[in-house]
């Protein structure tokens, strides 16, 4: 399987020079909607799915009661800074976004809408191991879009959390780590609306503020952390030209870029889109 992340011009250049991809603050996402609606739907689903029998009864309700701060401090607190006893916090969460539909209309309009876009194509094992070999808590996993499945989910991380918590000596440390496993599911929730994409998401936790970095948003400064791409042109594996009205030159542009950075074997990686030009 190959994974995609369309970008335009200027993000090819810094995949491409810095050979890195950039992993955003879960909270400022252009779709962060989605996460909170996730948070908010496992709220409603809590009581409905820790178990319920007579051995882990007594501490039941605490557990409940516990988990449902997390939700309710996530929802309407201020946003914090991770550390220490705020495992469970989404700025310790960042994502970056890949796809399995790498020549996508909607993609195309929605990420590249000047005709001036590119769709990187990367060897997700290699982008798996190159985010590990920085950041030891970050995995790669596809977004998971029915609901059913969202509560299967959901239910196992209870199930074990609420044992680990009766057992525990630590209770508060505890119920961090399963706020943490709760909104790392979350922000592999997407609508079903959306299943075409076919999203996976690198998710990337950080205990220390040490790797954040900030870039100009439309509204405000957006933090997020440099994922380092350590295996070159193991990890890029070829670049899709988007619709384009100038597609030789396009192609030729990226080709030249490929090989000032990388030198050699270049010219197999560039394909063009199978999608018409037109003036959307």
């Not at 400022?28 to 909170?36: H, I, K, Q, T």
């Not at 809590?46 to 409940?64: G, M």
């Not at 495992?87 to 969460?93: C, M």
């Not at 070999?133 to 029915?146: G, N, T, W």
């Amino acid at each position: 399987m190959i994974l995609g992340q369309y970008t335009s011009q200027k993000g090819l250049m810094g995949i491409v020079e810095n050979r890195e991809v950039w992993a955003t603050n879960i909270r400022f996402l252009n779709d962060d909607a989605e996460f909170v609606h996730a948070n908010d739907m496992f709220a409603r689903w809590l009581p409905e799915l820790v178990p319920d029998h007579p051995a882990t009864r007594q501490h039941r309700q605490a557990f409940i009661d516990e988990i449902a701060r997390g939700f309710a401090l996530f929802r309407g607190g201020p946003i914090n800074q991770p550390g220490d006893g705020d495992l469970g916090s989404s700025e310790a969460i960042f994502v970056a976004s890949f796809t399995e539909a790498t020549d996508l209309l909607s993609q195309w309009r929605g990420y590249c809408p000047q005709h001036n876009g590119y769709c990187m194509l990367f060897d997700p094992e290699q982008i798996a191991l190159s985010a590990k070999h920085k950041f030891p808590h970050s995995e790669l996993v596809p977004c998971v879009y029915s609901d059913e499945e969202k509560k299967d989910r959901l239910r196992q991380i209870l199930s074990a959390g609420l044992m680990e918590y009766i057992e525990s000596d630590d209770r508060y440390h505890v119920t961090g780590q399963i706020s943490l496993r709760i909104n790392k599911l979350a922000a592999q929730c997407k609508h079903s609306g959306f299943h075409e994409e076919r999203e996976h998401r690198l998710i990337v936790v950080l205990f220390t503020r040490n790797d954040v970095k900030f870039r100009e948003g439309k509204y405000c400064l957006i933090p997020y952390v440099a994922v380092p791409l350590t295996r070159g042109l193991v990890t890029l594996n070829r670049v899709v030209i988007g619709p384009t009205p100038y597609p030789q030159l396009a192609a030729h542009g990226a080709r030249e870029l490929l090989m000032a950075e990388y030198s050699a074997g270049i010219s197999t990686h560039i394909q063009h889109s199978a999608i018409p030009y037109r003036a959307w």
